[in-house]
């Protein structure tokens, strides 16, 4: 078991090692935007008004009267914590070039988000906690999502192969997650932009690297 360890160990940093910057950026680009649609479809289509929040008799009712759907939310999310483990991975190699420590950061807090948010779902599930502890759970989720945007946009702006607007654009993305922590009572026009700039800064960058990928500076392992 020991050898079998080490032997992974070494195979997945022999993986890294080969893993080109214009290939890494090209996995985040396409994963970054599949990410994105899985997201919305399971938060927003899926899981939209499935359960009536403190209320446990209806979640159970509701669970066990859609099942299949809810099923289909899981399996939503662990594809999506697949893609953020591939994105985290990709992204250190894309990152790494300007600073190591910020490309593991950034690749830590995805992945913190991703675990955080598939845990609350699976104990939904399960009822193991309701509906306000579901909330509560992704919005923990949220808050690594958001450090993991903020310190993307610095490394991006730090980093002087990628332009430095991308980077400023997802800071300012980063902050527009506050609106998941505090209820502004927001008019929905203005919810409607502030969604769309998290999707702008995201998009913008996935479709950079995809579009740019050739041009970026190989990593030294």
């Known amino acids: 078991m020991i050898i079998s360890n080490k032997q992974k160990e070494i195979d997945m940093k022999n993986?890294?090692?080969?893993?080109?910057?214009?290939k890494a950026a090209m996995t985040?680009?396409?994963?970054?935007?599949?990410?994105?649609?899985?997201?919305?479809?399971?938060?927003?289509?899926?899981?939209?008004?499935?359960?009536?929040?403190?209320?446990?008799?209806?979640?159970?009712?509701?669970i066990e009267a859609n099942g299949r759907i809810l099923g289909f939310a899981i399996v939503g999310y662990l594809i999506v914590l697949v893609l953020d483990s591939i994105i985290g991975l990709a992204l250190y190699v894309v990152l790494k070039p300007a600073n190591k420590?910020?490309?593991?950061?950034?690749?830590?807090?995805?992945?913190?988000?991703?675990?955080?948010?598939?845990?609350?779902l699976f104990a939904l599930a399960f009822q193991?906690?309701?509906v306000y502890g579901y909330a509560s759970l992704k919005l923990v989720g949220y808050i690594f999502f958001a450090l993991h945007i903020l310190i993307l946009g610095y490394s991006v702006f730090k980093s002087g192969y990628i332009p430095k607007s991308l980077g400023i654009l997802?800071?300012?993305a980063s902050f527009t997650y506050i609106v998941f922590?505090?209820?502004?009572?927001?008019p929905e026009t203005l919810k409607l932009i502030i969604m769309l700039t998290m999707l702008i800064a995201e998009l913008s960058l996935s479709i950079w690297l995809i579009v740019k990928r050739e041009r970026l500076p190989e990593n030294q392992f």
């Open 15 to 22: 993986f890294i090692a080969n893993l080109s910057t214009s």
């Open 28 to 62: 985040v680009g396409i994963a970054f935007i599949t990410s994105i649609l899985f997201v919305t479809l399971v938060d927003d289509f899926i899981l939209a008004n499935f359960v009536v929040p403190g209320d446990t008799a209806a979640l159970s009712k509701d």
């Open 170 to 172: 997802l800071i300012l």
């Open 101 to 120: 420590n910020l490309a593991l950061t950034t690749s830590a807090l995805r992945l913190l988000y991703a675990f955080t948010v598939i845990i609350g």
């Open 181 to 186: 922590f505090v209820d502004f009572h927001l």
């Open 128 to 130: 193991i906690i309701d």
